[in-house]
């Protein structure tokens, strides 16, 4: 199991070597990116960052309809990663898998050109469709891999696999050519996970679940055993669930809450109702605890604000199937016509 062989203020590290990378090949995510950028500046890091963009965006792009001539939203954001979070942009040929219909899952090849990045010692991949919650210099520190994962569980019946959302990477030449041949053959049904599976298969570094990579899927389950026995401490794996003492330990959560759509596309208000996370018997005096629903909640809301904080017009939530004046009563979401 994962765990950092050193301290962060050890003076025998080269923090110029490290970087923190993310991969974009749209507009969304490329917002989700500027997002999560602004997490790791707020919360303060030493290892550098880099970011992977199509090369052919163009990062002084001008709005053709605009008669000031701004930006472009992408040019505009791009920019703001370079001179507000002191993130290095790198233009790349997108990674697709010819065969593939799902664009989401063609373009995720791109992460994988992070192996590539090998004037770095490591190279720690992120997932846009998250937040930063603490600081995650240590994982730079685990032990030497030529990659480390999450290792999660999803419930059944997947089970425990590792994750992508998180990769901790040793770049090598050598491990992108044998990358770049396998995303040149993959068949149709053939992922990025299903590439570093098979080809790292006894080598994954296995990085536990908690604190690294929570995911708000957790809040709705009934049982959380898994998910607190993942601690690498063994004398914190029996403790009981407390929804928050489990947020303020997680150092890095996934928005994870399959049918529930990512944050950024608004749910509709029947499909929030049906699958947000139910309240429980409090162990004092039968009340009802509401802890778990409380805090899935705003994390929503607070990704939604926060949005619209750091990428601006233009990146409000996509859907209107629930308004912004969508009113919360007795643990439902209704529509002010709807309520008296």
């Keep these: 199991m994962a765990r950092p062989v050193m301290s962060v203020e050890s003076p025998r590290i080269d923090w110029s070597k490290l970087y923190y990378a993310q991969y974009v090949t749209s507009e969304e995510y490329l917002c989700n990116a500027l997002m999560l950028w602004s997490e790791i500046e707020d919360i303060g890091s030493r290892a550098q960052r880099i970011m992977l963009y199509p090369s052919h965006w163009d990062v002084n792009e001008t709005d053709p309809y605009s008669p000031s001539q701004?930006?472009?939203?992408?040019?505009?954001l791009l920019q703001q990663a370079n001179t507000d979070y002191f993130v290095k942009l790198q233009p790349v040929d997108v990674l697709h898998q010819n065969n593939t219909k799902e664009a989401t899952w063609a373009d995720s090849y791109t992460k994988l050109l992070a192996f590539n990045l090998t004037?770095?010692?490591?190279?720690?991949?992120?997932?846009?469709?998250?937040?930063?919650?603490?600081?995650?210099?240590?994982?730079?520190?685990?032990q030497k891999a030529p990659i480390a994962m999450p290792y999660v569980y999803w419930g059944e019946p997947t089970g425990w696999s590792f994750s992508s959302q998180m990769l901790l990477i040793t770049p090598s030449a050598s491990s992108f050519d044998k990358i770049s041949a396998a995303?040149?053959?993959?068949?149709?049904?053939?992922y990025d996970m299903d590439i570093l599976n098979s080809l790292f298969k006894d080598r994954i570094l296995r990085i536990p679940q908690r604190p690294y990579n929570l995911l708000t899927g957790e809040?709705?389950?009934?049982?959380?055993?898994?998910?607190?026995?993942?601690?690498?401490?063994?004398?914190?794996?029996?403790?009981?669930?407390?929804?928050?003492?489990?947020?303020?330990?997680?150092?890095?959560?996934?928005?994870?809450?399959?049918?529930?759509p990512k944050p950024w596309i608004r749910a509709k208000k029947e499909v929030l109702n049906k699958y947000m996370p139910r309240c429980v018997q409090s162990e004092w005096f039968g009340a009802s605890d509401c802890r778990d629903r409380a805090i899935w909640l705003k994390l929503y809301y607070d990704f939604a604000v926060r949005r619209q904080a750091v990428c601006g017009e233009g990146f409000e939530l996509q859907s209107q199937e629930l308004p912004p004046d969508s009113i919360y009563r007795h643990g439902k979401w209704f529509h002010p016509d709807e309520v008296g």
């Design 219 to 260: 809040f709705r389950r009934r049982n959380h055993a898994h998910y607190l026995r993942s601690h690498p401490l063994s004398a914190n794996r029996g403790q009981k669930w407390d929804p928050d003492f489990i947020l303020g330990e997680a150092k890095f959560m996934h928005f994870s809450d399959w049918p529930i």
């Design 70 to 76: 701004e930006l472009t939203p992408i040019a505009r």
């Design 183 to 190: 995303v040149e053959g993959a068949k149709s049904d053939e």
């Design 119 to 142: 004037q770095f010692d490591r190279v720690l991949v992120l997932d846009s469709d998250a937040v930063v919650l603490q600081n995650l210099d240590e994982i730079f520190l685990f």
